[in-house]
C-alpha cells in the first residue's frame, strides 16, 4: 500500500480518528483488506482531501449522516471523537444531533445522543458541556 491515495488518505485518517481509525482499519485486515485499502483511499484519500469543507465542517456532516442512518453507533462513535479531535465542540454536536431528529425522528436522534453522552463520559467531558 504505497500510492499516494493511500498515504494521504492514511494520514487524514490519523488526523481526525488518531487510533481509533487505525483499529478499524486492523480490524478489517484478516477478513477483507481490501476493504480496509477502499476505506483509506475513497472517504480519506479523495473525499476529506477536497477543499470545500474543513475538517470540523466534514466532521459535523458525518455525525448528521450516522446519526440519521440510525444503525451506525460504532461508527458514529468514532466520528464524534473525530469532530472533537478536530476541534468541534461538544455543544456544537449535541446541536447537531438535535437537529437531526427533525429529518430521521427522534429514535435515531436519542440513539445518536447516548453515543455522544458515551463519547463525552469517556473523555471526561460530561460535566464541562453547557446546555442552554
Known amino acids: 500500500m504505497n500510492?499516494?491515495?493511500?498515504?494521504?488518505?492514511?494520514?487524514?485518517?490519523?488526523e481526525i480518528d488518531?487510533?481509533?481509525?487505525?483499529?478499524?482499519?486492523?480490524?478489517?485486515?484478516s477478513i477483507s483488506p481490501d476493504l480496509a485499502k477502499y476505506t483509506i483511499e475513497f472517504p480519506f484519500g479523495d473525499?476529506?482531501?477536497?477543499?470545500?469543507l474543513d475538517l470540523q465542517r466534514r466532521?459535523?456532516?458525518?455525525?448528521?449522516?450516522?446519526?440519521?442512518?440510525?444503525?451506525?453507533?460504532p461508527q458514529l462513535n468514532v466520528h464524534i471523537n473525530g469532530a472533537l479531535n478536530?476541534?468541534?465542540?461538544?455543544?456544537?454536536?449535541?446541536?447537531?444531533?438535535?437537529?437531526?431528529?427533525v429529518y430521521a425522528g427522534f429514535p435515531?436522534?436519542?440513539?445518536?445522543?447516548?453515543?455522544?453522552?458515551?463519547?463525552?463520559t469517556e473523555r471526561g467531558i460530561i460535566d464541562t458541556i453547557k446546555s442552554d
Do not use: W
Open 47 to 52: 473525499i476529506y482531501q477536497r477543499p470545500g
Open 3 to 14: 500510492n499516494q491515495r493511500y498515504i494521504s488518505g492514511l494520514d487524514k485518517l490519523r
Open 59 to 73: 466532521e459535523l456532516a458525518t455525525v448528521a449522516a450516522l446519526t440519521t442512518l440510525g444503525h451506525c453507533q
Open 108 to 120: 435515531a436522534a436519542l440513539n445518536g445522543m447516548l453515543v455522544a453522552k458515551e463519547v463525552f
Open 86 to 101: 478536530v476541534g468541534c465542540k461538544p455543544e456544537q454536536i449535541i446541536e447537531v444531533i438535535i437537529q437531526m431528529s
Open 18 to 29: 488518531g487510533e481509533a481509525g487505525q483499529k478499524v482499519i486492523d480490524s478489517l485486515a
